[in-house]
C-alpha cells in the first residue's frame, strides 16, 4: 500500500462488496450442503470465510472501516462460543495492527510537519513501524535529549475516509449487526462519526493525554506516557514498553488477568473523577501491563491513545452511581424515576418498576458482589437474554432510550466489560465503584470517607 486509499469510490466499492461476497457464500454454501456435506461443517466452512473477508477489507481500508473494527473488537465476547472461533482471530489483529503506510510517505509527512530537518529532533528513528492504526501509525525513536519516544504519524486522507467508511457502514448495518446479538450497530456507527474531528486533531489529543500525564505522574497503579512535541498531524510522546493487552488476553496467567482487569475498572472509573475526562477509546490495543519482578499487587497498567475523550466536569455523571445504589437496594420505584428524570424513559412510556428491576440486576452483577469473575459465558448470556425476542428484557429493553449525554458513557462502558470478559478477570470492581463512582456509596458513607 503506497498511501491510505483515499479515492472515495474505491473504499466504498470495497466496503459494499461484502453483502455481495457473504450472499454469494450462503448460495456455495447450499450447494455443499446439498451436495451432502453436514450443516455444521458448511457453517463453520462460511463463518470463518465471512470473518476473513469482513476484517480484512476493515483493517486494509484503515479510516473509519477499521475504527469500526476495533471498536467491534471488544464485543468479541458476547458472540456464542459455536462462532467466536472464527471471529475472535479476525478481529483480535485489528487491536494493535494494519499494513502500514511506506517509510517515504512518513518521511513526507514529517517534513512538511516538522520541517525538512525534521532528522535533527531525533538521535534515531526507526522506519519500521512499532504499530499501525485506524488514522495512523507509531515509530519508535529516540529524542534529541537521549528519551525513547513514540512517533505518531497521521494517514494522509484520513479524516476524508473516516467520514467515507463510516457513511458505507451505516449503509450495510443490516449486515454487521448479527455479529454481536443485542448491539445496536447504527447508533454505534453515528457516534463514531460524530467523534471524527476530534480524533483527527492531534492538538486536543496531546492536551487529553499531557492532562492525564500530570495527574497520575506519581500514582503507583497507572501510567501514562507525557507528550514530548507535538505538530500539526505528528504527536511525539515517550515510549511505553509493557505487554500489550492483547497478549495478556491470548496467554497471560490468571494472576495477569486479574491485576490487568482490575486496574482497567480503576482507570475507567478514577479517570473521570480525577481528570474530567473520560478515556473514550478502550480496546485492548490502547493499553500495557508493566510488570515487576515483585507481587502482581505491584503491578501498572499503561494506558495510551487520547484521540477520544468524553469531556464530564464533574466525573461520571452522579445518576448513574445512584441508580445503580438504588437497583442493589430493591428500591424499583425510586430507580424508575431516576430514568425518567435522566431521559432514559420518555414521557409517554409506561413501565412496571419491577420488570425494570428485574431487567437490570443481571446487568449490574459485578457492583453487588465483594469480587467479580468476568467471563465470556456471563457476558454472552447477558447479549443473548437481550437479543432474545421471547424474552421480557428483550421487550423492555426496546422501550428504553439512550439520551445523547450518555451514549459515550454507554459504549465506554460496555467496551470496557467486554475486554473484562475477553481477559476472565477477577477482582474487587465493587470497591471501585465505592470510591470512584459518584452517587454508588452510601451518603454516610461518602461522608465518612
Not at 283 to 295: T, V
Not at 389 to 400: D, F, I, M, V
Amino acid at each position: 500500500m503506497s498511501d491510505l486509499p483515499r479515492k472515495a469510490v474505491t473504499r466504498t466499492a470495497r466496503l459494499a462488496a461484502l453483502p455481495l461476497g457473504i450472499a454469494g457464500r450462503a448460495t456455495l454454501g447450499l450447494g455443499k450442503r446439498i451436495g451432502g456435506r453436514s450443516a455444521e461443517a458448511v457453517s463453520a466452512e462460511l463463518q470463518q470465510a465471512t470473518a476473513d473477508q469482513l476484517f480484512k477489507v476493515l483493517g486494509e481500508l484503515k479510516g473509519g472501516a477499521m475504527k469500526f473494527g476495533q471498536v467491534l473488537s471488544v464485543f468479541e465476547a458476547a458472540l456464542p462460543e459455536e462462532v467466536a472461533g472464527p471471529y475472535r482471530a479476525a478481529l483480535t489483529k485489528l487491536q494493535d495492527a494494519a499494513p502500514p503506510m511506506p517509510a517515504a510517505s512518513v518521511h513526507a509527512a514529517l517534513a512538511e510537519r516538522l520541517g525538512e530537518d525534521w532528522r535533527a529532533h531525533f538521535r534515531v528513528f526507526d522506519d519500521r513501524p512499532a504499530a499501525a492504526a485506524s488514522i495512523g501509525q507509531v515509530h519508535r525513536a529516540v529524542w534529541q535529549d537521549g528519551r525513547e519516544v513514540a512517533v505518531k504519524v497521521q494517514y494522509p486522507g484520513a479524516g476524508e475516509a473516516l467520514l467515507a467508511d463510516l457513511g458505507q457502514l451505516g449503509r450495510v448495518a443490516w449486515l454487521l449487526g448479527p455479529l454481536i446479538p443485542g448491539l445496536d450497530i447504527k447508533p454505534l456507527i453515528t457516534e463514531l462519526r460524530d467523534r471524527v474531528s476530534e480524533e483527527l486533531d492531534y492538538v486536543l489529543e496531546a492536551e487529553a493525554q499531557q492532562l492525564h500525564a500530570d495527574e497520575f505522574a506519581d500514582d503507583p497503579d497507572i501510567v501514562v506516557p507525557r507528550v514530548v512535541a507535538q505538530a500539526d498531524q505528528v504527536l511525539v510522546t515517550e515510549w511505553l514498553g509493557g505487554t500489550p493487552l492483547a497478549e495478556v488476553i491470548a496467554g497471560g496467567s490468571q494472576a495477569e488477568r486479574d491485576r490487568a482487569g482490575h486496574l482497567l475498572a480503576r482507570f475507567l472509573f478514577a479517570g473521570p473523577a480525577r481528570t474530567g475526562l473520560l478515556h473514550a477509546d478502550p480496546h485492548p490495543g490502547n493499553f500495557r501491563l508493566l510488570k515487576d519482578d515483585g507481587p502482581a499487587d505491584g503491578w501498572r497498567l499503561g494506558v495510551l491513545d487520547f484521540g477520544t475523550v468524553d469531556r464530564l466536569p464533574g466525573g461520571l455523571p452522579t445518576p448513574i452511581g445512584d441508580s445503580l445504589r438504588m437497583a442493589l437496594a430493591g428500591d424499583a420505584v425510586g430507580v424508575l424515576e431516576m430514568l425518567r428524570e435522566e431521559g432514559f424513559v420518555k414521557p409517554s412510556i409506561e413501565l412496571d418498576p419491577d420488570a425494570v428491576l428485574d431487567y437490570l440486576l443481571p446487568i449490574i452483577e459485578p457492583a453487588a458482589v465483594e469480587r467479580f469473575h468476568f467471563t465470556r459465558p456471563w457476558m454472552r448470556a447477558q447479549a443473548a437474554r437481550i437479543a432474545d425476542p421471547r424474552s421480557p428484557a428483550h421487550n423492555l429493553g426496546k422501550q428504553l432510550n439512550l439520551p445523547p449525554d450518555y451514549l459515550l458513557i454507554h459504549r465506554v462502558t460496555l467496551s470496557t466489560i467486554g475486554v473484562l470478559c475477553q481477559l476472565g478477570a477477577q477482582a474487587p470492581f465493587r470497591a471501585e465503584m465505592l470510591d470512584w463512582l459518584p452517587g454508588f456509596a452510601a451518603p454516610e458513607q461518602a461522608t465518612a470517607e
